[in-house]
């Protein structure tokens, strides 16, 4: 039996892995625009760094993380999502003394979760993510929004749909948290054994059940939004002005709450609404995390985020159907005619890589017929012919693939030829 990949992964091929360099180059490019500069921690981290962040009653930490104990017995975990190293990275390098604040980081890279993989959702994946820590001005809400939602419409996408909540600060979220003891309470024993849990731990998680979604006491639960105090009132209010301000649209859903424990305020989440994009429809998750940073041994330093997976991303470009501009042309394709001009071009296709060109010439002691197919297939702009006769002449025959055009250049100008034309 051969060995196959592990359930929940993927190999990204050539031919897919463009799509994937090209989200990344989108992402960096607009991360320079908005100054978030990229952080690269560790691909596990001690196991209660999840426990203390993420959240002991969430899905992630009870269901999904990689856990494991190396050789010297400590538990490890691989990462299933960026937010919590980042925070721990922000306190452990004492990031918070920095001049510049809100310090504004962005990652990318494979996270993992032991889930139940199906369309949009594997056990390995890659989440790009920002996080800006040090500032609770609601501008930055908007500006992190902003960032996502402009990221997907740089590549094209034109179904998005924003929704925002607010889940209050610590008053609000208490005062909403016995409101939903109070109603879920009396009939709890209709609902799941992870609802029955969350009640008294946390029952604002009772909202996000899967299981128990379509439970008529879901329908009428209290809202956070009755429950928000009057600064978090102005904040949510603000969030909203500045997004309009943005011109960018978004719904409000009181019921959407996230996986981080320690949200407040602002949560978000960016949805696909093309047709045919499947079950799942989140592309993108966020929200304020005001408290995270004390929870990890640090001082208070607010901070807001977003994350999302480049899977999702590739799968709602696809229920869109939109071909990315990827290119896949070469410059030059050397053909060669004879055993001296097989051998001149090796130095010559090193010569014209160096020279920034991409270039390529066959390896399979091809015929000349099959040389210029070769060429075909890479797609190149330009097709250098060089035969014994050319050799011998000092000469090299360059055709233009686009227009079928000839010449003849002399080899010692062909470089500087080719980067005139190019
Ligand atoms: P879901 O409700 O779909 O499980 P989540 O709340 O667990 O999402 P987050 O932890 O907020 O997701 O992660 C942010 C984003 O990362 C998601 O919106 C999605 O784009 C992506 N994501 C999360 N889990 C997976 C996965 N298993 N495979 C691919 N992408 C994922
Ligand atoms: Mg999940």
Not at 314 to 320: F, G, R, V
Request: hydrophobic letters at 35%.
């Amino acid at each position: 039996m051969s060995i196959r990949l592990p359930r929940g992964t993927q190999d990204i091929l050539p031919g897919q892995v463009e799509k994937w360099q090209l989200i990344e180059e989108k992402a960096r490019e607009l991360c320079a625009n908005f100054q978030y500069s990229e952080i690269r921690t560790p691909i596990f981290e001690h196991t209660e760094l999840f426990l203390r962040s993420v959240g002991d009653t969430t899905d992630i930490v009870q269901k999904e993380m990689y856990e494991f104990k190396d050789r010297g017995d400590r538990s490890l975990t691989l990462r299933p999502e960026g937010t919590a190293a980042v925070v721990r990275s922000f306190v452990e390098h004492k990031m918070y003394g920095d001049a510049n604040q809100p310090v504004k980081l962005y990652y990318m890279g494979p996270m993992f979760r032991y889930e139940r993989p199906q369309a949009g959702r594997y056990r390995q994946f890659v989440q790009f993510g920002v996080e800006a820590i040090g500032s609770a001005d609601p501008a930055i809400d908007a500006e992190v929004i902003a960032l996502a939602m402009s990221l997907y419409g740089s590549l094209g996408l034109k179904k998005l749909k924003l929704i925002i909540n607010s889940l209050g600060d610590k008053e609000s979220r208490n005062a909403h948290r016995q409101a939903l003891v109070d109603h879920f309470k009396p009939r709890i024993g209709e609902f799941c054994s992870d609802c029955q849990n969350r009640l008294e731990k946390n029952p604002m998680r009772i909202l996000d059940c899967k299981q128990d979604h379509d439970h008529e006491l879901m329908k009428n639960a209290p809202s956070i939004l009755d429950y928000l105090n009057t600064n978090s009132k102005i904040y949510f209010n603000k969030v909203q002005q500045y997004l309009t301000n943005l011109n960018i649209p978004f719904e409000v859903d009181s019921n959407l709450v996230r996986g981080l424990d320690y949200y407040n305020h602002t949560a978000f989440e960016i949805m696909s609404d093309a047709e045919g994009f499947g079950a799942i429809t989140t592309l993108c998750g966020g929200g304020r995390y005001n408290g995270l940073t004390e929870e990890i041994g640090g001082p208070e330093a607010p901070g807001i985020g977003f994350a999302m997976s480049i899977e999702r991303f590739i799968a709602a470009l696809d229920a869109e159907n939109i071909e990315l501009p990827i290119k896949n042309e070469i410059d030059c394709y050397l053909v060669s005619l004879g055993e001296e001009a097989k051998d001149y071009t090796v130095g010559l296709l090193h010569k014209l890589r160096l020279a920034g060109f991409s270039a390529e010439r066959d390896y399979l002691d091809r015929k000349i017929k099959a040389q210029f197919k070769a060429a075909d297939r890479s797609n190149a702009k330009y097709v250098a012919v060089l035969g014994e006769d050319e050799l011998k002449a000092n000469k090299i025959n360059l055709k233009s693939m686009a227009t079928g055009e000839q010449m003849e250049i002399e080899l010692e100008t062909f470089i500087d030829k080719l980067a005139e034309l190019i």
